[in-house]
Antibody
Framework: EVQLVESGGGLVQPGGSLKLSCAASGFTFSDHYMDWVRQAPGKGLEWVARVRNKTKRYTTDYAASVKGRFTISRDDSKTSLYLQMNSLKAEDTAVYFC????????????WGQGTLVTVSS | DIVMTQTPLSSPVTLGQPASISCRSSQSLVHSDGNTYLSWLQQRPGQPPRLLIYKVSNRFSGVPDRFSGSGAGTDFTLKISRVEAEDVGIYYCTQATQLPLTFGGGTKVEI
């Protein structure tokens, strides 16, 4: 079964840091681009970041709202995806989903259940 | 950034009747490779999103054939031929033609 399981969410103060993890199973993790997408409480979906595969030299891209504060990374040997979040703001409060991008252009599948990050004092 | 606009925001439906959701992009979603990277996602209450349609009109594996996608350029539509109770949720269109990836605001389908 193709599966993604996020962990690492929690309550953090403004200005603090948190690292999210996503464990993948059931597919050849190293072949795929991986993304983080977030959803603020009661709101829609917002793309956060992407890391490409080894063929694309693990290049990364970020949403403007997180660039310079968040770092996406992966460890193909551990079939895991990460999101290091620094200088957190209240507006980063959201459920963070990891998802596989099936290229070329076949969309996002699967999605993890998500992990909640709450930034509050 | 490409802005994705969905209408309606909410769609009351009757079981067994059709439903339709529109999605318009602020610029053409035709990629330089000739493909149009427009997808539709379904998010049931309390669940993560689920891929329904990719590249405008291709149903993803396991998606019932009552779901169909159409459109071109900047205008796209998701149709449910006969709504079932399990179809309740929020539907999002999303584009992957250009970074940053963007999503529509969502359309709530409710009975």
């Amino acid at each position: 079964e193709v599966q993604l399981v996020e962990s690492g969410g929690g309550l953090v103060q403004p200005g603090g840091s948190l690292k999210l993890s996503c464990a993948a199973s059931g597919f050849t993790f190293s072949d795929h681009y991986m993304d983080w997408v977030r959803q603020a409480p009661g709101k829609g979906l917002e793309w956060v970041a992407r890391v490409r595969n080894k063929t694309k030299r693990y290049t990364t891209d970020y949403a403007a709202s997180v660039k310079g504060r968040f770092t996406i990374s992966r460890d193909d040997s551990k079939t895991s995806l990460y999101l290091q979040m620094n200088s957190l703001k209240a507006e980063d409060t959201a459920v963070y989903f990891c998802t596989r991008y099936i290229s070329p252009g076949r969309g996002f599948d699967p999605w993890g259940q998500g992990t909640l990050v709450t930034v509050s004092s | 950034d490409i802005v994705m606009t969905q209408t309606p925001l909410s769609s009351p439906v009757t079981l067994g009747q059709p439903a339709s959701i529109s999605c318009r992009s602020s610029q053409s979603l035709v990629h330089s490779d000739g493909n149009t990277y427009l997808s539709w996602l379904q998010q049931r209450p309390g669940q993560p999103p689920r891929l329904l349609i990719y590249k405008v009109s291709n149903r993803f594996s396991g998606v019932p054939d009552r779901f169909s996608g159409s459109g071109a350029g900047t205008d796209f539509t998701l149709k449910i031929s006969r709504v079932e109770a399990e179809d309740v949720g929020i539907y999002y269109c999303t584009q992957a033609t250009q970074l940053p990836l963007t999503f529509g605001g969502g359309t709530k389908v409710e009975i």
